[in-house]
């Protein structure tokens, strides 16, 4: 027993160093280098990207061929600004507004969603139709139009906009003959505030699209996209007409918002597509810090249509060059004509 | 109000009664409690964060509990081990940060092989006969926690909840160095099965909590896909019914679940104490 034990204790120090290098459960880090950051970039796409199939059969974006083409631009001697050019470069190839990269001195970005674009807004009008005595409630900015419409501005989601807003808002609007939600410039926020705006707007239980995310590195590798419903809301409901004014400016939350009150009964939209940005958004790094944001997870409409790109309008409208010389927001000049009929 | 004073009188006299006179009534449950405090290195990767390295400090408290048990002729130990832990890591370039707390919580069934059971390492230095003992029993635990990442949008944290059975091993030996009787222990627990929280690889929290969307969110972890290892050395030095503890902690935690690689491994030097505790227990 004794020689036993003394063999025990001896050993013990050998099993104990031997378990200590446990098997290692990393990742592959690549090397604070030109060259590095740039594959760290590309696998952070290549492996977390959500529209990288989409992108290819929609608007023929190869990913696979980027790091060969965009590594031909790297050289040893370049400095940070010339290596975020290029980096921010071959993220620009994806036209995803929700695609990033942020260094101290810039942000890599494509806005051509809404900068290739016509405007359809003017902030003056905007200001000209609310006047001075307009009513805020969050980010709710709101009045009644001479001829009884309610005009209610929404230029955000980033706010917290809660149950409480809207439902005073909608019972201060409710002696009105209809309403004009302009969703104009609103590039978005938190989904949370958009779905709780948008169950004021219907009465039952609504289908109003899919949600997927990636299950693993491949390019296909999604979930079973799973359905989203609008729950009607337990306040105050708008239970007239309603015209939700659109541009290529509403992205993100926003364009997830008209996707869900489009097909209402009592509301259409009205003005330009909107600017798209269906993929919920993550964060990642590079070696040398900089941040990266790409879309994770892709939101679909009602018929599992892509919603990426922007979503069409019920009644298409462009604001008229004469109308705004002469002060007229074209836009809510034809939804208060509809509301009025 | 009579009776409330006999009540009184009852409870002083018992707390004043003759030790001696109490042991002839009552036997002692042998006990220990543990307290540390700790200071140390981390280094933290979890890839649904970030893909980076991060490393820091972290601090720790633990607060252990043993006690002698009735099972297997009074072999048989029983451990109870809370463990807390807060790391506050970076990534190379300084640029984003992890914020991290989790709490574990173990209890243990340890069988003393070579001689009776013994609560604490003064029990041992005290004790009679061999100086070596060599402790063997399963494990249950489980952890939460989180970890945040400053900068990050849709994706900031990383929750922590687990469960999982281990094998744990010890072994105490007793031994003189300079006429100071020491003891050094060492214990090891390795968990063989378990399962865990993991968003999957892509899916935001978003998606699991508000939509209430759940993808294999409960996984099921082994040595294989979370190759864990919890090691702590120590010395003791026994002083009277108190003894100071000075002790290294080793602790490895992986894991690759949906795709999802985690790591946390840390490293603490820990002070604190061991006090031996006779619980009065009435004779049945």
């Known amino acids: 027993m004794n020689k036993i034990l003394h063999i025990f204790r001896l050993l013990l120090p050998v099993v104990w160093l031997s378990v200590m ?74 036209r995803d507004g929700h695609v990033n990269l942020y260094a101290a001195h810039d942000v890599g970005r494509n806005w051509s ?9 003017s902030q003056e009008l905007q200001e000209a139709y609310l006047g001075t005595d307009y009513k805020i409630a969050s980010s709710l900015k709101y009045r009644i139009l001479p001829d009884n419409i309610g005009y209610v501005v929404c230029s955000s989601f980033q706010t917290a906009l809660g149950d409480g807003n809207i439902s005073e808002v909608l019972s201060y609007l409710s002696t009105c003959n209809g309403l004009i939600l302009d969703m104009r410039e609103n590039s978005g926020g938190s989904l949370t505030y958009a779905e709780l705006l948008a169950q004021r707007f219907t009465n039952e239980r609504r289908l109003v699209g899919y949600i997927a995310h990636k299950t693993g590195r491949g390019h296909s590798d999604f979930s079973e996209p799973e359905p ?25 939350a926003t364009n997830t918002f008209i996707r869900d009150v489009k097909g209402c009964p009592l509301v259409t939209v009205m003005g330009d597509q909107t600017g798209g940005g269906s993929g919920m958004p993550f964060n990642s790094e590079l070696p040398n810090g900089w941040s990266v944001r790409f879309s994770a997870c892709p939101m679909y409409d009602a018929q599992m249509n892509h919603i990426e790109f922007g979503i069409q309008p019920d009644i298409q409208m462009a604001l008229n060059e004469a109308d705004r010389a002469r002060g007229i927001d074209t836009l809510i000049e034809a939804a208060r004509t509809l509301l009025n009929q | 109000m009579t009776r409330l004073f006999l009540i009184i009188g009852c409870v002083l006299g018992l707390l004043c009664c003759d030790p001696v006179a109490a042991q002839e009534t009552a036997s002692f449950r042998r006990a220990s409690r543990t307290t540390l405090f700790g200071v140390g290195g981390a280094r933290q990767q979890d890839t649904y964060l970030s893909p980076l390295n991060y490393r820091g400090l972290q601090l720790n408290f633990l607060f252990g509990t043993q006690r002698v048990t009735h099972l297997l002729d009074s072999c048989v130990t029983f451990q109870t081990l809370l463990q807390a832990d807060f790391t506050s890591t970076t990534n190379a370039p300084e640029k984003a940060t992890y914020l991290g707390g989790v709490v574990h919580f173990d209890a243990a069934w340890h069988y003393s092989f070579c001689g009776s059971a013994v609560v604490a390492p003064s029990a041992l230095a005290t004790a009679g006969g061999r100086s070596f003992r060599v402790l063997l029993g399963p494990q249950v635990g489980a952890s939460f926690g989180g970890l945040y990442n400053t900068r990050n949008g849709n ?24 006429k100071q009787p020491l003891v050094l222990s060492d214990q090891m627990d390795i968990p063989l099965i378990g399962m865990m929280f993991s968003p999957a690889y892509g899916q935001s929290y978003y998606e699991i909590f508000t939509l209430g969307n759940r993808d294999h969110n409960i996984c099921v972890t082994t040595p294989f896909n979370a190759p864990t290892l919890r090691n702590q050395l120590a010395v003791d030095l026994p002083f009277r019914r108190c003894t100071l503890r000075l002790a290294y902690l080793a602790d490895f935690r992986q894991s690759r679940t949906n795709e999802i690689r985690r790591h946390t491994y840390s490293h603490a030097f820990l002070i604190g104490w061991v006090r031996q505790l006779d619980i009065l227990r009435p004779r049945k």
């Open chain 2, 155 to 178: 994706n900031p944290a990383q929750a922590i909840a687990e469960m999982h059975i281990s094998a744990s091993a010890a072994f105490l030996w007793r031994f003189r160095l300079w």
């Open chain 1, 113 to 121: 969603w809404y900068e290739d674009y016509p405007r359809n807004f």
């Open chain 1, 228 to 252: 989203e419903y609008i729950e009607p809301s337990l306040g105050v409901r708008w239970q007239k007409r309603a015209v939700v004014l659109t541009n290529r400016h509403c992205y993100s």
């Open chain 1, 21 to 94: 290098p446990v098997s290692c459960v990393k990742e592959a880090q690549f090397d604070n280098t030109p060259e590095g950051n740039l594959d760290a970039l590309w696998t952070i796409i290549d492996e977390h990207y959500c529209f990288l199939d989409y992108k290819k059969e929609a608007i023929g974006v190869d990913w696979n061929i980027m790091r060969a083409r965009y590594r031909q631009r790297l050289t040893k001697s370049m400095t940070n600004a010339q290596l975020f050019e290029v980096l921010a470069e071959m993220l620009s190839e994806l």
